[in-house]
């Protein structure tokens, strides 16, 4: 079955530092990956999106990569600030049928940057 | 501003009862979606319509019913045969082609009396 998994469900990062987080994916050839934020009682906001044949988008302190082979992205927050505690989602696009997209998401990482 | 409008912020029902929940959008998108998000289990997919007077079953279907009358508007009804109907309820939309985000409301709580 298809399945996406985020690395630990809770992640804490020392201010400062950059925070890594992992989006594993099986049984999917997905043809692009996008990574959102959650804030608590708010809807996702999209961040970044990386196509299957770039191996790595930035976006100020934002850094993703995406390697096919190994199915799996890596999503960075360089210099990471207190402001960027969140819940971070992985999504695939799951139905190259649909037309539009389709996106299967991942459960998530919450991320916690301690001062 | 454009964005994605969902009503209510929470909402209360009783066993039995039909609620309806409200997604408007003045981003002039084509694609609109609902999702139910469960603590630990991520998004999952309910609907999801890609014009105007057509929508498809997404994962999670059973126990809910939609429509799309207006391009701007797509209404989500948790019917009772929904048995566990506690959920963050996600509304969104994009604009059409493949790799377009998608732009997601504030959600709405349901709980049941």
């Known amino acids: 079955s298809q399945k996406i998994e985020q690395n630990s469900e809770a992640l804490n990062i020392q201010e400062g530092k950059t925070a890594t987080l992992t989006c594993n994916y099986t049984n999917y050839s997905p043809a692009y990956l996008q990574w959102y934020r959650q804030d608590p009682g708010r809807g996702p906001v999209f961040l970044l999106l990386i196509r299957e044949n770039e191996k790595e988008k930035r976006k100020e302190r934002l850094k993703v990569t995406f390697d096919t082979t190994l199915k799996q992205s890596l999503f960075h927050i360089t210099a990471s600030q207190p402001a960027d505690s969140a819940t971070y989602l992985c999504?695939?696009?799951?139905?190259?049928?649909?037309?539009?997209?389709?996106?299967?998401f991942g459960t998530g990482t919450r991320l916690t940057i301690i001062p | 501003d454009g964005g994605i409008t969902q009503s209510p912020k929470y909402l209360f029902r009783k066993e039995g009862q039909n609620v309806t929940l409200s997604c408007e959008q003045n981003?002039?998108?084509?694609?609109m979606y609902w999702y139910r998000q469960d603590p630990g289990q991520g998004l999952r997919l309910i609907y999801y319509?890609?014009?105007?007077?057509?929508?498809q079953k997404g994962d999670i279907a059973e126990g809910y019913s939609v429509s799309r009358e207006k391009k701007e508007s797509f209404p989500l009804t948790v019917t009772s045969a929904q048995k566990n109907p506690t959920a963050f309820y996600l509304c969104?939309?994009?604009?059409?082609?493949?790799?377009?985000?998608?732009?997601f409301g504030d959600g709405t709580r349901l709980s049941i009396l």
């Open positions: 319509s890609q014009i105007v007077n057509d929508f």
């Open positions: 981003l002039n998108h084509d694609a």
């Open positions: 969104a939309s994009s604009g059409g082609r493949s790799n377009q985000p998608q732009h």
């Open positions: 999504a695939l696009d799951t139905d190259t049928n649909f037309g539009n997209e389709k996106l299967t």
